[in-house]
Structure formats: structure tokens, C-alpha cells
T-cell receptor
Framework: GAVVSQHPSWVICKSGTSVKIECRSL??????MFWYRQFPKQSLMLMAT?????????EQGVEKDKFLINHASLTLSTLTVTSAHPEDSSFYIC????????????FGSGTQLSVL | SQQGEEDPQALSIQEGENATMNCSYK?????LQWYRQNSGRGLVHLIL?????REKHSGRLRVTLDTSKKSSSLLITASRAADTASYFC?????????FGTGTSLTVIP
């Protein structure tokens, strides 16, 4: 199956700093990528949908200026958590869909963000 | 809420038994999918059922879909300890995917 690589797996940062998370599709071109946030023992909350070459579509309640998403190529999307605060600590997972007809999501392994 | 509801929230069974988990959703869908997540990891796709299908099988997995009730069920037969994980249903609404609350399954050897 298709492989999605997410990096880093774990990051600890100080409050006020910015953190960038990368999501790469290794063996396919991902026209659409999704970013999710997951709290312990809870479900995935869709944060935003990013399409290559266009602005991301954010879900209601997600701050665009806080969570910057860039999808500059068909194999790379990045999520930058700007001026991180302890409440931003969470598990962030990216996923990608191949082409338009493919209905399966392929997930990265996730990034655990801890803001001190 | 963008989430559907799943029940039970947690399920503990003996190895060899069957596990059934249910998912309800709120809006019309194109398809419904089930995913598995091991602790602290990404999700793995298990099975997809389209809105015009009622039942689908894949190995030890059996999925049903009732669009009139907006519900789906996942049955895992002859469970194994390695099936221990969280299971989520996800609904596809126009190329956006929303996940249910999940069922945490523990299979006791």
C-alpha cells in the first residue's frame, strides 16, 4: 500500500516557539492531504484539508493563523504550530488520499507535540 | 460535532471470541470506512463499504451498513491478541473524512 511518512515523531518545545511537522507521500502523489488532531483516548478531529497548490480549508474553530498549512508539492504538506502553548500539546496525524477516485486514507505515524 | 458515535467505547473479550462494534453517523455519506489504530500510531485502513452496499467481508472482518438508520457495525471473528487496538469508523462526505469516537478493543490471550 501507499506510504506516508510523518516527521518528527515526537517533539518537545518551549511555550512561544513554533514547530513544523512534515508529511510526505513516499510512493504516490497526494493531491489532497488532511491534518488531524487527537487527544488521549479520543477520536481524530479534522483540522484542515489541504490541496496541492491552493490554500488549505480549515474546519470551524481551527485558527488559521495558529496552524499554518502549506501543500507546496504533490508529495509534501507541512503543518506549523505557531507560538505554541501548552494547550496545543496533542497528537497530530496527517493523512493523504491518492488522486480523486481513491477513497482510502493513508496515514502518517503521527507526531506527539508536548509544549512546556 | 463532526464526530459520529461508536459503541461500546471499550470492549474486552477472550481470544477466539467475536467482537462487534457499532458506529452511528449524522449526515448522508458516500461511503463508510473502518480504521484501526495501535496506541500512539497512525491509522490503518481496514475496509470500505459504499452507501449502496449492505454488507461486506474481508478475511475475519464483516461490515454492515444501514443507511436508513445511519449506522454500521464491524464484526471481528475469532479474535486474536494482536487485534487489540482502537477501531474507528470514518464517513466520507465529499472528500472530507470524519471519524467516530472509537472503540478500544482488548483481546485477552
Amino acid at each position: 500500500g501507499a506510504v506516508v511518512s510523518q516527521h518528527p515523531s515526537w517533539v518537545i518545545c518551549k511555550s512561544g516557539t513554533s514547530v513544523k511537522i512534515e508529511c510526505r507521500s513516499l510512493d504516490f502523489q497526494a493531491t489532497t492531504m488532511f491534518w488531524y488532531r487527537q487527544f488521549p483516548k479520543q477520536s481524530l478531529m479534522l483540522m484542515a484539508t489541504s490541496n496541492e497548490g491552493s490554500k488549505a480549508t480549515y474546519e470551524q474553530g481551527v485558527e488559521k493563523d495558529k496552524f499554518l498549512i502549506n501543500h507546496a508539492s504533490l508529495t509534501l504538506s507541512t503543518l506549523t504550530v505557531t507560538s505554541a502553548h501548552p494547550e496545543d500539546s496533542s497528537f497530530y496525524i496527517c493523512s493523504a488520499i491518492e488522486g480523486v477516485a481513491n477513497e482510502k486514507l493513508f496515514f502518517g505515524s503521527g507526531t506527539q507535540l508536548s509544549v512546556l | 460535532s463532526q464526530q459520529g458515535e461508536e459503541d461500546p467505547q471499550a470492549l474486552s473479550i477472550q481470544e477466539g471470541e467475536n467482537a462487534t462494534m457499532n458506529c452511528s453517523y449524522k449526515t448522508s455519506i458516500n461511503n463508510l470506512q473502518w480504521y484501526r489504530q495501535n496506541s500512539g500510531r497512525g491509522l490503518v485502513h481496514l475496509i470500505l463499504i459504499r452507501s449502496n452496499e449492505r454488507e461486506k467481508h474481508s478475511g475475519r472482518l464483516r461490515v454492515t451498513l444501514d443507511t436508513s438508520k445511519k449506522s454500521s457495525s464491524l464484526l471481528i471473528t475469532a479474535s486474536r491478541a494482536a487485534d487489540t487496538a482502537s477501531y474507528f469508523c470514518a464517513t466520507d462526505r465529499g472528500n472530507q473524512f470524519y471519524f467516530g469516537t472509537g472503540t478500544s478493543l482488548t483481546v485477552i490471550p
